[in-house]
């Protein structure tokens, strides 16, 4: 960015001290009239008026340095390395912390709730472990809860301990149970 900067200062520059690219009027001396034969004064120039400022060079290099001029007035100024990087800085310590906020309120130690409650039987026969998992959290003071980890044990009557008695439908129960859960 620098090098452009410098490659428009020259050519600003060098703009400023070019030839004209169109051929300027010489100025010519007022031109002295003849001596009038009957008064014998010679007479002056006709007018005093003051000369007209010299025109603007229009040339193509003229041109370019008021577009450079212009272009470079519109542009924003440049931070310099240091400032850039403190800056950064400051936005990734604003995020990181917003990050870090937004993950302890999602899962903090506090609204995990731990335990052993089991899980009842729904109408259809299979286990109820969302019950379970409000159950929990209601011991823990929350609201509600979502099921983070379950166990299962299959329960049997004494019967299937007899030895040679065959083994029925009846006699095990699977027996589910809510271990962990995140409360809310």
Same mark, same amino acid.
């Given at each position: 960015?620098?090098?452009?900067?410098?490659?428009?200062?020259?050519? =600003?520059?060098? $703009? #400023?001290?070019?030839?004209?690219?169109? &051929?300027? +009027?010489?100025?010519? @001396?007022?031109?002295?009239?003849?001596?009038?034969?009957?008064?014998?004064?010679?007479?002056?120039?006709?007018?005093?008026?003051?000369?007209?400022?010299?025109?603007?060079?229009?040339?193509?290099?003229?041109?370019?340095?008021?577009?450079?001029?212009?272009?470079?007035?519109?542009?924003?100024?440049?931070?310099?390395?240091?400032?850039?990087?403190?800056?950064?800085?400051?936005?990734?310590?604003?995020? =990181?912390?917003? $990050? #870090?906020?937004?993950?302890?309120?999602? &899962?903090? +130690?506090?609204?995990? @709730?731990?335990?052993?409650?089991?899980?009842?039987?729904?109408?259809?026969?299979?286990?109820?472990?969302?019950?379970?998992?409000?159950?929990?959290?209601?011991?823990?003071?929350?609201?509600?809860?979502?099921?983070?980890?379950?166990?299962?044990?299959?329960?049997?009557?004494?019967?299937?301990?007899?030895?040679?008695?065959?083994?029925?439908?009846?006699?095990?129960?699977?027996?589910?149970?809510?271990?962990?859960?995140?409360?809310?």
């Amino acid at each position: 960015m620098r090098s452009a900067a410098l490659i428009a200062l020259v050519w =600003v520059l060098a $703009a #400023g001290t070019a030839w004209p690219q169109t &051929a300027v +009027p010489l100025q010519q @001396a007022p031109a002295q009239l003849a001596p009038s034969p009957g008064n014998g004064q010679v007479p002056g120039p006709q007018s005093d008026a003051p000369q007209p400022a010299a025109p603007e060079n229009p040339g193509l290099f003229n041109e370019m340095g008021k577009m450079l001029e212009k272009s470079l007035s519109i542009l924003p100024s440049l931070k310099s390395p240091g400032e850039t990087l403190d800056e950064l800085h400051a936005k990734t310590k604003d995020v =990181v912390k917003d $990050a #870090g906020e937004s993950l302890s309120r999602l &899962a903090t +130690p506090s609204s995990m @709730a731990t335990g052993r409650i089991p899980c009842p039987a729904a109408a259809n026969g299979a286990a109820d472990c969302k019950m379970a998992a409000d159950r929990l959290c209601q011991s823990k003071g929350f609201k509600e809860g979502k099921s983070l980890s379950t166990d299962s044990v299959e329960a049997c009557s004494a019967k299937v301990l007899i030895p040679g008695r065959t083994r029925k439908p009846g006699d095990c129960r699977t027996d589910n149970f809510v271990t962990r859960a995140l409360c809310q």
